[in-house]
């Protein structure tokens, strides 16, 4: 069983940055592609990016491109998004996930097999 744990959310001001950190235990971290998610109130769940368990593979969604960067380390089974310039449509909760063994990275999060309990983000104007 495969269990992830966030953490690094906080309240934070527009335009300041922010690191989430997703510790994944159980299984083999390296054969695992991994994502991150949001939810805001209201809305639904949210695809923000994903990484493959294939050295430089990531993908974003548009809004949070060339701002956010999904890594890895897995010496340390740990992901991280590295959010900068943060803005208030960005508050959510956070959540971290993982797809089985050797399956690609995907921004369906129906396709993701397990998850974390989330870390919230907030971001005030």
């Known amino acids: 069983q495969v269990h992830l744990v966030e953490s690094g959310g906080g309240l934070v001001q527009a335009g300041d940055s922010l690191t989430l950190s997703c510790v994944v235990s159980?299984?083999?971290?390296?054969?695992?592609?991994l994502g991150w998610f949001r939810q805001a109130p209201g809305k639904e769940r949210e695809f923000v990016a994903t990484?493959?368990?294939?050295?430089?593979?990531?993908f974003y969604r548009d809004s949070v491109k060339g701002r956010f960067t999904i890594s890895r380390d897995n010496a340390k089974n740990t992901m991280y998004l590295q959010m900068n310039s943060l803005e208030p449509e960005d508050t959510a909760a956070y959540y971290c996930?993982?797809?089985?063994?050797?399956?690609?990275?995907?921004?369906?999060?129906?396709?993701?097999?397990?998850w974390g309990q989330g870390t919230q983000v907030t971001v005030s104007s």
């Open positions: 996930a993982a797809r089985g063994p050797l399956s690609p990275p995907t921004t369906w999060g129906s396709e993701y097999e397990y």
């Open positions: 159980g299984g083999t971290f390296n054969e695992h592609a």
């Open positions: 990484i493959s368990w294939l050295p430089g593979v990531a």
